[in-house]
């Protein structure tokens, strides 16, 4: 199950596959023709690496989790799938079910990969014995008080394609940008903070106090965003 990612290796890795595989290509040339070959350019390798990935990416907690028996292989995301799909999030096709309500949910935060943090991954695992539907994205607040904090954006490139309903017991995850890095006059220290979820017809009423991570996270709430719910967090979608 997918939780994470590693932002400075994902595209350093992907581009090294990327122009391995350009250069075997290119190896059955004719020996005599090395002078005059274009000389791969890694960058744009990774380019073209990105662009598949990207394509892969649109099925990640779609209706393409709901196939991840298909013989697609070698794609890291259709492998992340099926991994959602073992834990128990299950999407079905026609089937609907009530809003999640912060009383249906348990939600942890946890820091990602890197240092300095610059993000932090929401769990919330329905605890409720039912199943619930997962509505859009995290309404997460940084400031003292629920009632008087600005709501954390949302990223509209992470938006899943179908609702992210949860079988009792089944976690949905959310990127969360913190900061952009480094030591900042805007950043200010974090213990805890706010999410609110989203019911049928707009924000919930009432909200969940999330504590922070071991040794709390520095925020700065001018580059503050959020991705929306999804079944795993995926490469390109939850990268902002």
Same mark, same amino acid.
């Given at each position: 199950m997918r939780t994470s990612i590693r932002r400075p290796a994902v595209l350093a890795? #992907?581009? *090294? +596959?990327?122009l391995s595989? +350009?250069? #075997?290509a290119c190896g059955g040339d004719d020996s005599g023709k090395k002078d005059g070959t274009a000389p *791969?350019?890694?960058p744009k390798a990774a380019e073209a690496a990105e662009g598949e990935a990207g394509t892969g990416t649109t099925g990640s907690g779609t209706e393409g989790a709901g196939t991840t028996g298909s013989s697609t292989a070698g794609s890291g995301t259709a492998g992340a799938t099926a991994g959602a799909t073992q834990a128990g999030a299950k999407k079905k096709a026609g089937v609907t079910a009530p809003a999640c309500t912060a009383n249906d949910v348990k939600v942890t935060a946890a820091k990602q990969d890197g240092v300095p943090? #610059?993000?932090?991954t929401l769990t919330a695992k329905n605890t409720s014995g039912k199943t619930c539907t997962l509505l859009q994205y995290p309404l997460v607040a940084f400031g003292d008080l629920p009632q008087t904090s600005k709501d954390v954006p949302p990223v509209a490139k992470s938006k899943p394609g179908t609702p992210i309903v949860l079988e009792p017991g089944a976690p949905a995850y959310a990127a969360v940008r913190i900061n952009n890095g480094g030591v900042d006059e805007q950043n200010h220290a974090v213990t805890s903070f706010y999410v609110n979820l989203f019911a049928a017809d707009g924000p919930a009423e009432g909200s969940k106090t999330v504590t922070a991570p071991k040794g709390g996270i520095a925020v700065d709430d001018a580059v503050a965003k959020t991705g929306y719910w999804t079944y795993e967090l995926r490469n390109g979608a939850d990268d902002f």
């Open positions: 890795a #992907t581009a *090294v +596959a990327a595989m +350009a250069l #075997t *791969v350019s890694a943090t #610059t993000h932090i």
